[in-house]
């Protein structure tokens, strides 16, 4: 029997004017928008709307932004219900509602000193990122132990078969993309971030966010989540709060998790929210599933 698989994105999916138009078209969205301001208390929705675009950028404003583009839509949606969802990285939070593991409200708290707390983090300690393609993951996990002589650096996203993403220190990260280009990688590329996210430079991050996540309330969950640390379904809510913990400093396993997916009856991904990074991501992994992607008020209309 068909499965249906909700996946949320994560940071780098925003844009300027997004969920304008659930804004405009939908009192459930508006209302959900101004809980969410209220619970954070800055005018989310104006930066999002209006920009600009760097103030958008800022990991303390992107965070909350996605999860509540994500979040409204995923809300919003009457007529299509998921049998499992995931979430990549920042995404796990949006998942995490769908499933009812967490309150709304809770959970944009949450993120917004997850954000808060990731970008202090790479300002204590300036770290970097970069798009590694053409590799295997055994490959470039000996590059990066070998690179680790100049500094922290791992994989942090095993993201599709071939393009995984690395994250440490400065020089770490820079040694790593030599050696990756010198190894034959089709293509190595620097980020532009604010920190070295999944790494252990993330390590005053993590902490900050298990004192808030020691403070809210989780429930187990209703459907499958998928989570990023384990790339396996959770419904616990003990180990739902421990793997969001664990998920600051450890590597991304999306493509693990959506073939797991798929191997459990998954055969129709819907990426619920901002962009359409995972619809490619998901292709690239297995192009014979369906991808969707809900977006914009026209797009979940025919599931009102």
Known sequence: MSKKAF????????????AKDLFENSVEAKEMIKTAEDAIGISLSHIMFNGPEESLKQTDVTQPAIFLHSVVLGSIIRTLEPDMVAGHSLGEYSALVASKSIQFYDAVSLVRLRGSAMLQAGIEQKGTMAAVVGLS??????ICSEASSEGIVQCANFNSPGQIVISGSVAGVRKAMELSKSNGAKLVKELI????FHSPLMESAKENLKIKLDLTPFYDAK??????????????????????????????????????MISDGADEF?????????????????PDVKIFGIDKFSDVERYL
Request: proline share 6%.
């Open 7 to 18: 996946i949320f994105p994560g940071q780098g999916s925003q844009y300027v004017g997004m």
């Open 193 to 196: 971030v604010s920190g070295a």
């Open 137 to 142: 993951a055994e490959i470039l996990e000996e």
């Open 270 to 286: 819907y990426e619920i929210g901002p962009g359409k990074v995972l619809q490619g991501l998901v292709k690239r992994i297995n």
């Open 223 to 260: 459907i499958p989540v998928y989570a990023n640390v384990t790339a396996k379904p959770v419904f616990k809510s003990d180990e739902i709060k421990d793997l969001l913990h664990r998920q600051l400093d450890k590597p991304v396993r999306w493509e693990e998790t959506i073939n797991n």
